[in-house]
């Protein structure tokens, strides 16, 4: 008899851990399936921003994840080292972070895996692999090989049934090659050398920070990994082959040439070629099972953004899964996943396609025009994540979605009580109204009903917390309310300048979840 779970989760990596974290939490009996054994234990990201951070501390422990981390800026030079383009790294973000961060992926994943496995209603199998899959009208079937099935034996099996199912099992998903689902190709196509080092003596200052060489004799790289690890990248020019590029002399060929660097200042810890791509999968949902991560969309590194933008996929399909399964929201619910992530990393992936095109110009002539237009101004400024456009949120008349809706809300620190630490830590998490006036004399029972079983955080200023530094009334202000209500995702629902637009806004949340349908439907 098939094992039944509320959610399968296909693959281990940052995707897969925050959605299997997130909705492990949220009670949810999990089954994990990774083909590995274990953990990677290699950094392969390198780079999480503030909202990034801010979800990694609902899924583990942030502190412990980012133990070995430092707040770092972008630079990007040309080959005479003249500045390009500067991103700095404020040291503490709107979410109550760095803006840039570098970072040590394998205490990432650790902090989060340990959480894992203190939820009893979290399986995780490693070293199996999704051999077929099967849905029908209320589920999936998944069958499962041994990633190294015992030589000359029979290839054991075992099947297990989902109600839903996330595929986070990498570019190369396997699912979505079961699913017959193509990929849109936006063209850029990059071979680059990736090695990772770790620093036999003191890092030198000038290690300290991303520095990205726009250089068309060749583009290359370095960006420092926490306190004592360090990466270096350098592109690889038509002619030049993977093989010659992923032997160690090549790699100290390069650090010598370009760095002055040998192996009595460096240890190579890990050394491979990734062609960098930009792709999209033309559909993220076939009936119950999601795609996330990289198995939705690949980008260039040169944002920082992949990783990031999978564990917002993760958040964003984890609070609408959870809501769904609860029957708390009608299944269709699940549509504006897509709706709204696939709109959103595709921007970010043109953002970091544009910021290629910048390291990768090999034309000395293309390259002298490109340094000319950004001494005199011309270059276009860094880009900035987007906003969310359409999907649960508060939609004007006209059905648009006017920015801040959309945007990020803040974390700052609160003191609720003996207790003072980060807003998430301190209130709780999921669906946050904070106002500065009293909610509770202004909705009905209803609609102060609805918010109670949707698990909804009211939180008033002054009088449930203390807000220590200021965030939440700077926010309010700038918002011209006297209320918002964020998403679990940090999303900005919408925010109200009186009690009357707080009634509408709690109706149009009910509305955008589809709380009666969902309602109704229970009941029969």
Same mark, same amino acid.
């Given at each position: 008899?098939?094992?039944?779970?509320?959610? +399968?989760?296909?693959?281990?990596?940052?995707?897969?851990?925050?959605?299997?974290?997130?909705?492990?939490?949220?009670?949810?009996?999990?089954?994990? *399936?990774?083909?590995?054994?274990?953990? &990677?234990?290699?950094?392969?990201?390198?780079?999480?921003?503030?909202? %990034?951070?801010?979800?990694?501390? +609902?899924?583990?422990?942030?502190?412990?994840?980012?133990?070995?981390?430092?707040?770092?800026? &972008?630079?990007?030079?040309?080959? @005479?080292? /003249? !500045?390009?383009?500067?991103?700095?790294?404020?040291?503490?973000?709107?979410?109550?972070?760095?803006?840039?961060?570098?970072?040590?992926?394998?205490?990432?994943?650790?902090?989060?895996?340990?959480?894992?496995?203190?939820?009893?209603?979290?399986?995780?199998?490693?070293?199996?692999?999704? +051999?077929?899959?099967?849905?029908?009208?209320?589920?999936? !079937?998944?069958?499962?090989?041994?990633?190294?099935?015992?030589?000359?034996?029979?290839?054991?099996?075992?099947?297990?049934?989902?109600? &839903?199912?996330?595929?986070?099992?990498?570019?190369?998903?396997?699912?979505? #090659?079961?699913?017959?689902?193509?990929?849109?190709?936006?063209?850029?196509?990059?071979?680059?050398?990736?090695?990772?080092?770790?620093?036999?003596?003191?890092?030198?200052?000038?290690?300290?920070?991303?520095?990205?060489? *726009?250089?068309?004799? @060749?583009?290359?790289?370095?960006?420092?990994?926490?306190?004592?690890?360090?990466?270096? /990248?350098?592109?690889?020019?038509?002619?030049?082959?993977?093989?010659?590029?992923?032997?160690?002399?090549?790699?100290?060929?390069?650090? $010598?040439?370009?760095?002055?660097?040998?192996? #009595?200042?460096?240890?190579?810890?890990?050394?491979?070629? &990734?062609?960098? !791509?930009?792709?999209?999968?033309?559909?993220?949902?076939? @009936?119950?099972?999601?795609?996330?991560?990289?198995?939705?969309?690949?980008?260039?590194?040169?944002?920082?953004?992949?990783? *990031?933008?999978?564990?917002?996929?993760?958040?964003?399909?984890?609070?609408?899964?959870?809501?769904?399964?609860?029957?708390?929201?009608?299944?269709?619910?699940?549509? %504006?996943?897509?709706?709204?992530?696939?709109?959103?990393?595709?921007?970010?992936?043109?953002?970091?396609?544009?910021?290629?095109?910048?390291?990768?110009?090999?034309?000395?002539?293309?390259?002298?025009?490109?340094?000319? $237009?950004?001494?005199?101004?011309?270059?276009?400024?860094?880009? %900035?994540?987007?906003?969310?456009?359409?999907?649960?949120?508060?939609?004007?008349?006209?059905?648009?979605?006017?920015?801040?809706?959309?945007?990020?809300?803040?974390?700052?620190?609160? %003191?609720?009580?003996?207790?003072?630490?980060?807003?998430?830590?301190?209130?709780?998490?999921?669906?946050?109204?904070?106002?500065?006036?009293?909610?509770? +004399?202004?909705?009905?029972? !209803?609609?102060?009903?609805?918010?109670?079983?949707?698990? *909804?955080?009211?939180?008033?200023?002054?009088?449930?917390?203390?807000?220590?530094?200021?965030?939440?009334?700077?926010?309010?202000?700038?918002?011209?309310?006297?209320?918002?209500?964020?998403?679990?995702?940090?999303?900005?629902?919408?925010?109200?300048?009186?009690?009357?637009?707080?009634?509408?806004?709690?109706? /149009?949340?009910?509305?955008?979840?589809?709380?009666?349908?969902?309602?109704?439907?229970?009941?029969?």
């Amino acid at each position: 008899m098939d094992e039944i779970f509320d959610v +399968a989760v296909v693959g281990y990596g940052p995707t897969g851990l925050v959605a299997a974290s997130m909705l492990g939490q949220a009670g949810h009996r999990v089954v994990v *399936c990774e083909r590995w054994p274990s953990l &990677y234990g290699l950094p392969r990201l390198t780079h999480i921003d503030d909202e %990034t951070a801010r979800m990694v501390q +609902a899924a583990g422990d942030v502190d412990e994840a980012l133990r070995d981390s430092t707040p770092t800026e &972008y630079l990007w030079v040309n080959g @005479r080292e /003249e !500045e390009l383009l500067r991103m700095p790294a404020a040291p503490v973000g709107p979410m109550g972070f760095p803006t840039h961060i570098s970072m040590y992926q394998p205490d990432v994943e650790d902090s989060i895996d340990r959480r894992i496995r203190t939820l009893p209603n979290v399986e995780i199998r490693q070293g199996w692999s999704v +051999a077929a899959l099967a849905q029908d009208a209320t589920g999936v !079937e998944l069958t499962l090989t041994p990633w190294k099935p015992t030589e000359g034996a029979d290839a054991e099996q075992r099947r297990l049934r989902a109600r &839903y199912v996330i595929a986070a099992d990498g570019s190369k998903s396997a699912i979505r #090659e079961m699913l017959g689902i193509e990929r849109d190709d936006f063209g850029f196509n990059e071979r680059w050398l990736n090695f990772d080092t770790e620093w036999l003596r003191p890092v030198p200052a000038e290690f300290r920070t991303t520095k990205q060489y *726009c250089d068309p004799a @060749r583009g290359h790289m370095y960006m420092i990994i926490g306190e004592y690890r360090q990466r270096f /990248e350098f592109a690889l020019l038509a002619g030049e082959s993977r093989e010659e590029f992923e032997r160690p002399k090549t790699a100290w060929r390069l650090l $010598a040439q370009t760095h002055g660097l040998g192996p #009595e200042d460096v240890r190579i810890i890990r050394q491979i070629v &990734y062609t960098f !791509e930009s792709r999209v999968a033309r559909r993220w949902r076939e @009936r119950r099972v999601f795609l996330a991560g990289d198995a939705a969309h690949t980008m260039p590194p040169y944002l920082g953004q992949g990783a *990031c933008s999978g564990i917002r996929d993760s958040f964003n399909l984890g609070w609408k899964l959870d809501l769904v399964l609860r029957g708390l929201a009608d299944e269709s619910l699940l549509d %504006t996943y897509e709706l709204e992530r696939r709109p959103h990393a595709t921007a970010i992936t043109h953002m970091a396609m544009g910021l290629g095109a910048i390291a990768n110009t090999h034309d000395p002539d293309a390259a002298a025009q490109r340094d000319a $237009a950004f001494r005199a101004g011309q270059a276009p400024p860094p880009p %900035t994540i987007p906003a969310l456009a359409d999907g649960v949120l508060h939609h004007q008349p006209d059905g648009t979605v006017t920015p801040p809706t959309g945007g990020l809300v803040p974390q700052g620190r609160v %003191t609720a009580g003996e207790l003072t630490g980060r807003f998430d830590d301190v209130v709780g998490r999921g669906f946050v109204l904070v106002s500065a006036i009293d909610v509770a +004399a202004v909705l009905s029972p !209803e609609h102060r009903g609805f918010l109670s079983e949707l698990g *909804c955080r009211m939180v008033r200023l002054g009088h449930d917390v203390i807000d220590e530094d200021g965030v939440y009334g700077r926010h309010l202000h700038e918002l011209g309310a006297v209320a918002y209500l964020a998403r679990p995702d940090f999303v900005l629902f919408g925010a109200a300048a009186d009690a009357t637009e707080l009634t509408a806004l709690v109706d /149009e949340l009910r509305v955008g979840i589809a709380w009666p349908a969902a309602r109704s439907a229970v009941s029969a």
